[in-house]
Structures are given as C-alpha cells and as structure tokens.
C-alpha cells in the first residue's frame, strides 16, 4: 500500500463545478503539500499545510491530522485549471523528502 | 523570472550514452534535490545535496550520478543510460534554514533514449 493515497485519480468536471480532490496518509508528517503538474512537467506549489485550512484564490486546502487526510477544493472550475495535482508528505522528524502521491489527473470541460 | 531552471527542457540521447541534466536556482537555497518522474507515476526522489552533502537514496541505480560545484548548480549525469531511463527528471530546492519546507520546483528536462 502506497504511503501516500490520492482520488480520484481521473477527473472530469464542467466548467462552474467545485471540485474537491482527496489526499490520505499512513505515517506521521510534519507538513504536506499540495503540488499542480501542467501538461509538459513544470510542478508548481500549491500549499503547505500543518494544520487547519488555507485559501488562495479558488484554491482551498485542507487537513485533518487525526484523521490523516486533506482535501484540496476548487471553487467556480477553469477549464484552465485542467492538470494533475499531487498530494506530497514530508515524514514527521526527517529532514528529507517528499513523499509523493500519484497525482489527480483533472479535467475541466468549457 | 524563473528561480529554478533547468537545461535543457528536451534532451534526446542514444542508449549507453552519457548524458548530463543541469539545473540553476536563483534562490541561494542550501538543498537542492533531483526527481524522476516515469509517465503516469509519482516523481521518485533520487538523491539531494545539503549544502554539499549528498545524500543518495537507498534503491537510486549507480548509473546515476549528481554534482553540485556550488550553491547555485546541480547536475544529475546518467553514465549509461538504459531505455527504462527515459522519464521527466526534475529539480527542486528548499532552504532548510527558514524552516519553511516549500520545494521550489524547475520545469523538468524531459529525456527520451534511442
């Protein structure tokens, strides 16, 4: 089992609709990431989380640390925000790395 | 501008020749890491530099190699490269010292072998 779960991991929306992509994890972190992926692999990041919620534009991030789970949201879909966003943990304690999700391949329909 | 760039964005190459990915970063972060990311699949952590301290993951195939000649360069060289190398590789860095753990990602060097 991956340590890092993400679905779905194909979506297709209209245009208007919200959206929410889900994220969860098996071991303890000390922050997770919220990353998008454009067609041609530039990654962008999103959101570092901790605790609680974070809003940019219509981006929202959430995460439940007793529950191990985040939920990333988009409000009013773009067809530009057609690309696969990735879930990614950093371990509780280390001082390395990324622990990636496969990713959320989303799809917005004008 | 872009902070962490990396050359070139395609590269080609033939099967068993060396090929060397270069990135840059603008952000005088002290960590620099390199990924392969294979279609479909979530980017695989290679190796990083603390500083000038590598630091090697345990399953990277010894056909990988990094430098970092100084703060703002890191190259990932692939010795003999195999048709199951070819995958997006991408750079990132962070700055331990803030604290803040963001990785600042480049655009990837997108490698296909012939």
């Known amino acids: 089992k991956n340590e890092v779960e993400q679905s779905p991991q194909n979506l297709t929306a209209q245009e208007g609709e919200f959206i929410t992509i889900n994220c969860s994890y098996s071991v303890g972190i000390s922050a997770l990431h919220w990353l998008q992926q454009h067609p041609g692999g530039g990654i962008v990041s999103l959101f570092m989380l901790s605790s609680g919620k974070k809003k940019h534009g219509r981006l929202i991030a959430t995460i439940n640390i007793q529950e191990k789970h985040s939920s990333l949201h988009i409000t009013a879909s773009h067809p530009r925000d057609s690309a696969v966003y990735i879930c990614?943990?950093?371990?509780?304690?280390?001082?390395?790395?990324?622990?990636f999700g496969k990713g959320t391949k989303l799809s917005v329909k004008p | 501008d872009a902070m962490v760039i990396q050359n070139p964005r395609y590269q080609v190459t033939q099967f068993g020749k060396p090929v060397t990915l270069s990135c840059s970063q603008t952000?005088?972060?002290?960590?620099m890491y390199w990924y392969q990311q294979k279609s479909s699949q979530a980017p695989k952590l290679l190796f990083h530099y603390y500083d000038k301290d590598f630091n090697n993951e345990a399953d990277t195939p010894d056909n990988f190699q990094s430098r970092r000649p100084n703060t703002s360069f890191c190259f990932l060289d692939i010795r003999s490269p195999g048709l199951g190398d070819a995958a997006m590789y991408l750079c990132?860095?962070?700055?331990?010292?803030?604290?803040?753990?963001?990785?600042?990602f480049g655009a990837g060097t997108r490698l296909s072998v012939l």
């Open positions: 952000l005088n972060h002290n960590v």
């Open positions: 990132a860095t962070s700055s331990r010292e803030t604290g803040s753990n963001i990785q600042y």
């Open positions: 990614a943990v950093r371990r509780g304690g280390s001082q390395g790395n990324l622990i």
